[in-house]
Each structure stands twice: as structure tokens, then as C-alpha cells.
């Protein structure tokens, strides 16, 4: 019986466990495959996510009756049963259809069923593929694996990397464009003026010279690559540093072929200011004349180098007042290319001609912000932006064949080799329409353009308030007046020369606070330079007349010539000359000059000495020094004049009085004695 039970609670307790074996088995298999699912379907998300179509070139135009255009592609993770499908759309015909397309409006149906490519194994590892797309001139029955392109246009293209014959919302797509010419009947062709502003650049420290010498070197192979015509504009500011920094043979060598590059038949170079500026940013009357002394300086400068070969006539406009550009007129510029941004709003049909500029004799171009936007500022590759830039030249020249397109080329396009190989490839001599100038030769050649009733086209600037400036103009007014005083101490040298320079450096447009701060440093340390440099000896001085002329001796410690002015302060005396003007020279250092004084009091005072700039505003020296006067004060010396005035007045009333009573005496006397002898000898007769 005992046997029995404990048999069945054997079987019982294996009957039991069995389902919790099972349930444990099952959840360690759970727990060994779910992270491999979950990873392998992370890995197909993630290949998903990375799959990519990418343009890298493609051929600019094609000439109507062309057997092919070919294609380069960068395809990213491809899928083992993906293709190219490459399909064409109506051509567009006017610049708001093209706009639509540019702005991402869904193209309508593809004029035909598109051309399938099959994906070659290096595409699949990862390397770029080159295909060709045949095309087909006429016929109605399309051929097999072309695309029919039966007139000359502006095509639509899209680009797709695709698993199925349905096109998927998922599949990576590039939109690009088919620009095709006819031969026998060419279009009329737009200008186009590349302009390469070399932009300023820092040299305020060892890292940021350094830095900036890559950048300028860069600029330059990339620069040298281009044949077409090119308009160079650079300031005289960022010139002459980049020569000064030129220490090692390779920056040299890049600045010697810069300057040789720009020497080439197909080049010009503006003129320009030392640095660019903001001229709305010194309207106020303590900064008037700084553009003129940019201008002045960098048209110095840059004549200095006769290897540039710049255009005297011609310059770049980034900002301006009409007091700017009355500044470029007195010097002899008649022609500006300038920035669309700054100019009011013209009809987009008026943009691309030659116009004068209100209340000036300028005659101007602008630069076209549309272009810019198409062919920097779009989206996709340089390649693809470069199709699209081409795309509304060959719209631009059936609408506008007199234009003229100044492209703006900026500074991150600069140095991206991509970016300017597609531009160049665009614009080349094989474009039918677009025309390579300089923008010297399209201000020449550009007929002026008139306004919508047949008028002269007149642009006005925008009125707009300046953007903030980093510059302290508080500081910097101050430091420009201090200049002015330290130049008519010292003459025109070497060191206010650099202070010149260096103040006209610290109102650039693209400098940062630390350059800023830095220029506006070094013009104080050369105005600060002569801070008690001219000390005057104490002495007592005696003061024995009215006007006196004082012997006062002065040390010049600056170790250079200087001409300053001294001003001598003080209640009881007057300076006769204040303006004079005294040289004093840097050796002997010490040297005695009379400075003239009406004195007003008398006693022991002292007098305060200051030594400054001709103009007062800079302070070279200052002391005090003892003068005693044995004059009398104004009020004691006409109270002395008016007793002895009254004392002589007395004395002559006095003496006159004497003198009359004398008389008055002596003529009395001489009557009596008359009568006394007259009388006498009647007595005597009558004694008898």
C-alpha cells in the first residue's frame, strides 16, 4: 500500500513538472531568437534608411538631333533587384512653370515610359556609375529603351533608383533638367559676368594668419582652374596683408601666381576701398570722411601695384547712401556693380539690364540674387543646381536676350571644387545661351536699359537701416580725433600711418569683436605712445612788466620731432599768442622758448602747463610752475595812474595859481610905486 502511494506521487510530480519544462524551453528560445530578429530587422531599417540616389554630373546642354547624354551617378546601398529609371517630362515654357517645378510641384506624366537601367555590380559596391540615355530625334512609335526628345527646350528629368516598375514615394528620386539647343536656329545669349570677391580675411593673430593663408591659397588653385572670364575684386586691406604675411616660399610662390593669374587677357580687377564698410554706419558728423579716407587709401594702394592692372572706373557696391556713391563720382568712378539687396524692388523682366542710379551719373548693374539662388542655395548636388541654373539661362535668353547676369560668387563656393567645376562646365564656351564676360565688358558693352514706358531705367536705393554694427562708435570717434592730433605732432610717418590703416581695419563689415577690438588697441597704444613724453623744468619765474615774455624750458623725451602747442593757465595772466605753434626738435632735448603773457595781478601764483597737439586733442605733457609778479593788478595801476593823473592836475592848478597870484603881487607893487613917484615932486614944490 505504502509501495503504491509513493508510485503514484512519483508519477504525479513528473506529470506536474512536464508543462513547466516545456513553458521553460520555450521562453529560453524566445530569449536566444529575439535578439537576432530584432537585429536583423534593425540591419534592413537601417539599410533602408541609408539607401541613396545622388547626381554627381551630367552633360550641360545637348544639341537637338544628339544620339545620347550621359549620366553620373552615386548609389548608396542599393537593393539586389533595384534599376535606374530615368524619364523626361514636357518642356517648360515660361519662368513660372519653372518656378513651379523648382519649387517642388509634382511633375506631371513623363512623355514617355522611362528608360531602364540595369544596376552594375561596382554601382552595387558603392562606386560611381557613368550610363548612357539614348535618345530619339522623330518617329511617333517610340523605341525601345530611349527617350524621344522632338524639339529644342527645357526638360524636366527624373532620376530613380527603384525596386519595381511602380515607382514609390520611398525610392531615392533626383530631379534634374535636359537644356537642348537647336543648331540651326541658335538662341540669342544671356551675359553672364562672374565676379570672385576675395573676401577680408584675419590677420590679427598667428593661428588666424595662418588660417587665413589657407584659405587665400585655396582660393587661389581654385581660381587658377577657371578659364573663362573672371572679374576680381579684393581690398587693398586684405592685399597688402597677405603680402606682408607671405614669410614661407609655397605662400609666395601662391601670392606671385594670385598676381600672375590676374594678369591673364581674359581677367579684370576692380578698383576698391582699403576695407569694405558700412558708410550708413558714418553718417554722423564726427565720422564724416571716413569712406572717403577708405577710398582714398585702398585706390593708394592698390595703384601701387601696377601688376594688378586695375580697372580705375569700376567698382563694387556692397552698401551705400547717396553720399557714398557722390564719393566714387569725385573720384573718377562711373561704373558699379552692386548688390540687388540694397536697391528697391524692380519687375523681375528689368533686373537683368543696365540702369543709372538716382541722383548720380552711375552707371550700374547688380548683382542677380535669382541666379544666386538657383546655383547656391538650392537643394542637391553642385551638379544638380548647376542643370537648374542652366535651365533658367536658356529661359532667360528666349525672354530677355540682352541680359547681363552678375553672379556673386560666394565664399563657400569659393573652395569647394565641386561647386565651381559644375558652374564652369555650365557657362562654358559650348553654352549656347550664355556669353562668359568680365563685368568690366558687360558695363560697356550692356545697352542701357528702359523702364516698361521706354524711359531710361532708373533704380533708387532701398531704404533700410543699417544692420548693427560691432564697432564702438564712441570709441572710435574719440580714437580718430586723438589720430588727427597725433599726425600733426608728428608729421605723416610710418607709425600714424599703421594707426591709419589699422582704425580704418576696425570698421570692416565681416570682422568679429576680437578683430574689432584688436585694430581699435593698436591705434590707441600709437596715441598713447606719447603720453608724457614732454615734460617742462620747474622753475619760479619773476614777472617785472604788464607784457612779459615768459622763458620756459622744455624736455622732449619722444625721441622725435614734434610740433605741438602750449597752453598756460592761470587767473592772473593771459597768453598773447595761444595758437602758436612750436617746434621742438628731438635733439637737444631740452630747449628753451618765450612764450608771451599779459599780466593781470601781482604776488606768488602758480601756473598750469599743458603741451598739446595743434589741434588740442591729444595731451603730450602737462606741469606746474611758479610765477611771482612785482606788477600791479589792473584795479592798483589805475588807482595809481588816477593820483598821479589827479596829483599832476593839482600841482599844475596849483602852480598856475601861484603863478597868477605872483603876478597879481608884482603888478600891484609896480602900480604903488608909480603913484609914489608921482606925488613926491608936487610935495617938494610945495616945500618951497
Known sequence: MVH???????????????????????????????????????QDQETELARDLQLVDQTPQLRLGAAAFQLKLQITNPRPNDSIYVEVFSPVASQ????????????????????????????????????????QLDGDIRRKETLRVPEAGIY???????????????????????????PTDLPRPVSVAQIWRIPPTDFTTASATRNSLRFLNNNTKTLRTITAPVTVSIDAS????????????????????FLSDVQRPNRSVLTASYATIDPRHYSAPTMSGVYAEELDTGIALLNEQPELATDPRTYFVESATYQSLSELVA???????????????????????????????????STSRPAEAH??????????????????????SQ????????????????????????????????NPFAETVTATNALRQSPPGTDGQGRPLIRALADQ???????????????????????????????????????????????????????????????????????????????????????????????????VRVSLTSPRIKQTRPEEILDLPASPRNQTHLIQLDVKGSGEFPVEIAVISPDGSLVVGTSRITMNSTVFGAFGSWLTYGAIAFLAVWWLHHGWRKRVAKRAKQGASTHAGNEVATVEPTAASTTQ
Open 375 to 396: 546655383l547656391f542655395k538650392a537643394p542637391g548636388t553642385p551638379t544638380q543646381r548647376a542643370q537648374q541654373f542652366g535651365a533658367w539661362l536658356a529661359l532667360l
Open 96 to 135: 513660372v512653370a519653372f518656378g513651379d517645378i523648382v519649387a517642388g510641384r509634382p511633375l506631371s506624366a513623363a512623355m514617355d515610359s522611362p528608360v531602364t537601367v540595369k544596376i552594375d555590380r561596382a554601382a552595387q559596391l558603392g562606386a560611381t556609375t557613368a550610363i548612357s540615355i539614348p535618345l
Open 156 to 182: 524636366p528629368l527624373r532620376i530613380s533608383l527603384q525596386s519595381r516598375a511602380q515607382i514609390s514615394d520611398d525610392d531615392p528620386k533626383v530631379r534634374s533638367w535636359l537644356n537642348v539647343y537647336d
Open 238 to 257: 586684405t592685399l597688402t596683408s597677405w603680402r606682408n604675411a607671405t614669410k614661407t616660399v609655397p605662400d609666395q610662390q601662391a601670392f606671385e601666381r
Open 331 to 365: 573720384r573718377g568712378i562711373t561704373s558699379v556693380v552692386i548688390s540687388d539687396a540694397i536697391l528697391q524692388n524692380l519687375d523681375t523682366s528689368l533686373q537683368f539690364q543696365r540702369f543709372g542710379i538716382d541722383s548720380t551719373k552711375l552707371r550700374a548693374i
Open 399 to 430: 525672354d530677355h536676350p540682352n541680359s547681363t547676369i552678375m553672379l556673386d560668387i560666394p565664399r563657400d563656393a569659393m573652395n569647394d571644387p565641386k561647386a565651381i567645376n559644375a558652374l564652369q562646365r555650365i557657362i562654358s564656351d559650348r
Open 465 to 563: 537701416p543699417p544692420p548693427p554694427t560691432l564697432v564702438d562708435l564712441q570709441r572710435a570717434t574719440a580714437l580718430r580725433t586723438q589720430l588727427s592730433g597725433f599726425t600733426q605732432l608728428t608729421g605723416t610717418n610710418e607709425d600714424s600711418q599703421i594707426a591709419k590703416r589699422a582704425f580704418l581695419d576696425a570698421l570692416a563689415i565681416n570682422n568679429s569683436q576680437a578683430q574689432v577690438t584688436h585694430y581699435l588697441n593698436r591705434v590707441q597704444a600709437v596715441v598713447d605712445s606719447l603720453n608724457s613724453t614732454v615734460t617742462v623744468n620747474s622753475q619760479t619765474i619773476t614777472l617785472t612788466s604788464q607784457r612779459s615774455e615768459v622763458p620756459v624750458t622744455f624736455t622732449n623725451n619722444s625721441g622725435r620731432p614734434l610740433r
Open 4 to 42: 503504491t502511494t509513493r508510485y503514484q506521487r512519483a508519477r504525479t510530480r513528473r506529470r506536474t513538472a512536464a508543462p513547466f519544462l516545456w513553458l521553460s524551453c520555450i521562453a529560453a528560445l524566445n530569449i536566444v531568437m529575439a535578439p537576432a530578429t530584432t537585429a536583423a530587422e534593425t
